[in-house]
């Protein structure tokens, strides 16, 4: 049933609670008539909706029940949709929600300020219903199936980090924030340190930190997950992954060493990628500074002194 909306936006109830299985869209909009005309869409596509006029009533709806999708005003009284974006993308249980602007704003750099704040779309007023509805269906069907699959992860208690755009850490499995906050925790500004730490393992495809117990943390590069995100691997390893003795030589990482030698066996950028589980990208950045520290220029003769070095 369509909420109704008179003075102030529906607060949610136990009658009012979503059926199971269905989807729940919050819609944040001081206008009224937005506000009505987007319930009314909605409901009739299936949603169970809720509304805010303003920041402050969108916080409380997320209080007591966390929607599948968000369609945010930009430009509101008080706290702009800006705002509240980073707010909701800086709170753990609530970051996985997608954000659509609703926006009258056409010029570059406010959307630009949408995307940066942690939207994954927006939507340009006069609304274009049937546009919107599209937009926002394909953004709540990804974010369930990331949902399930970051679930999955959390029952099979791997050590899972995703980095934004911009290397902030958008979500990390409980395992991953156990291993991150032990290995830290003794250090000054940790939560500084640990992201540090990831930002340079996903420039470098892997980064390993000793640990007290003697064991190493290890964080691989698993590459791309979903809008300019990047997937990080964390593992425990009893040591470090012996390279070839005249390889520790040429002071490889054990990464480098990796990609050295499946470029020996004839392997194409894109086989190791998919081999290593990376982008075709940082293969070519590893073989880069692989050809650097062998001072050759070329793959082939890059293989021919591999070859000589892991025969040695």
Not at 28 to 34: F, Q, S, Y
Not at 90 to 116: E, K, N, R, Y
Not at 125 to 145: C, D, M, S, Y
Not at 260 to 287: C, E, F, Q, Y
Request: a negative charge.
């Amino acid at each position: 049933m369509t909420p109704s909306i008179e003075d102030a936006p529906p607060a949610v109830s136990p009658a009012a609670a979503p059926a199971p299985g269905q989807r729940v869209v919050l819609v944040v909009d001081d206008a009224l008539d937005t506000l009505r005309m987007l319930c009314d869409a909605l409901a009739a596509e299936g949603y169970a909706v809720l509304a805010a006029r303003d920041a402050e009533e969108a916080l409380q709806r997320f209080d007591m029940v966390v929607p599948d999708g968000v369609l945010l005003d930009a430009v509101m009284p008080g706290i702009d949709g800006f705002a509240l974006c980073r707010q909701l993308k800086a709170t753990p249980p609530w970051s996985h929600v997608p954000i659509v602007f609703m926006t009258g704003l056409s010029d570059t750099a406010q959307i630009l300020q949408g995307f940066a704040s942690g939207g994954v779309d927006y939507v340009v007023k006069p609304l274009r219903i049937p546009e919107v509805l599209a937009r926002l269906a394909t953004h709540v069907r990804n974010a369930q199936a990331t949902r399930l699959a970051r679930e999955a992860v959390d029952v099979a208690g791997l050590g899972v980090v995703v980095l934004d755009g911009q290397g902030r850490v958008a979500w990390r499995s409980p395992q991953a924030t156990r291993w991150l906050e032990d290995a830290f925790a003794h250090t000054e500004a940790p939560t500084e340190r640990a992201a540090a730490w990831l930002v340079q393992a996903q420039r470098d495809g892997e980064q390993t930190l000793p640990l007290a117990d003697g064991r190493q943390l290890l964080a691989r590069h698993m590459g791309a997950s979903g809008l300019a995100e990047s997937m990080l691997l964390l593992s425990h390893a009893a040591a470090e992954a012996a390279a070839p003795r005249h390889l520790q030589q040429v002071a490889l990482t054990p990464r480098e060493t990796e990609v050295l030698s499946w470029l020996t066996k004839g392997k194409t950028n894109r086989d190791i990628a998919d081999i290593l589980g990376m982008s075709p990208r940082t293969v070519n950045k590893h073989l880069e500074h692989i050809f650097e520290k062998l001072g050759v220029e070329t793959r082939t003769a890059a293989a021919a002194i591999a070859g000589q070095l892991l025969q040695g």
